[in-house]
């Protein structure tokens, strides 16, 4: 179920990062490290290893090395990238929530970091937030192994949507959505609008007690990175029902580059 480090889904993907059985350890030549956690339905699509120098790294299926943790000489990789892991633990930056896989229903430790607001605790790793007539959004970005590689980066990211009490608006619903999409190598700025995300014009009530509407989708960048933001159009009332001017909810901007630290 949970998986150790947590998991991830987008569309049809669902990837759970576990420790392996020590029987199914293994050494990966090419890199010189140990794999001690992985994708256990899908072994090598995750793989996380440790070298000789005590560093951690992460090895996706295409064969493509990333470090997890920041630079460090002193041999202790290891030790700082559980402790970080550790903290994000204690600060509530990763929410426990059902996983629903068509057939079944898990309960997953998600990766994608919660904004501050709905966090335990303060912590960098918490997700940016933007809030605009009392409509707040956050966005969270997470580096998707299994489909990088040495020239090009693979994100998934989760988006949350909820109208604050202190919001004007009674209710509000999703009408569009328009993104920026800036690559680093060659400064290219890609525009992409549509209706709705993923299908669905959420409507969002003022002061809901329960979950935040949130979905995940995906996207790509060159290995120099780039950045994604825009925002959220929205309709006061309903799409059918309008109660005042549509606005434009600010989406926070998204790193899309090679990150401090993976789990």
Known sequence: GLGLFGGLMFYSTLQVTQLVPHELIVHLPAHGAFVFADDIRFPGSNQIAVTPEN??????????????????????????????????????????????????????????????????????????????????????????????????????????????????????????????????????????????????????VRGDSGPPFHYASCTRAGRAGGTMGGWLSFVPGTLAAARGEEFRAAVPTMALALPEWIF
């Open 55 to 204: 560093d951690v790294v992460a090895v996706g299926d295409q064969g493509a090395r990333f470090p997890c943790h920041p630079p460090t000489s002193h041999g202790d990789g290891l030790l700082m990238w559980l402790e970080e892991y550790s903290h994000r633990l204690d600060a509530g930056v990763y929410a426990v929530a059902p996983a629903d896989l068509g057939s079944d229903t898990i309960d997953m430790l998600w990766r994608f970091p919660l904004p501050a607001a709905e966090a335990a605790a303060e912590h960098p790793a918490c997700a940016s937030a933007e809030v605009t007539q009392g409509l707040r959004v956050s966005a969270s970005p997470v580096l998707v192994l299994q489909n990088s590689s040495d020239t090009a980066l693979f994100f998934t990211y989760q988006l949350r949507m909820r109208l604050l009490p202190s919001s004007p608006h009674e209710r509000a619903q999703l009408s569009l959505r328009h993104w920026d999409i800036t690559h680093h190598r060659g400064g290219q700025t890609e525009v992409v609008e549509g209706p709705g995300v993923v299908g669905e014009h959420p409507v969002l």
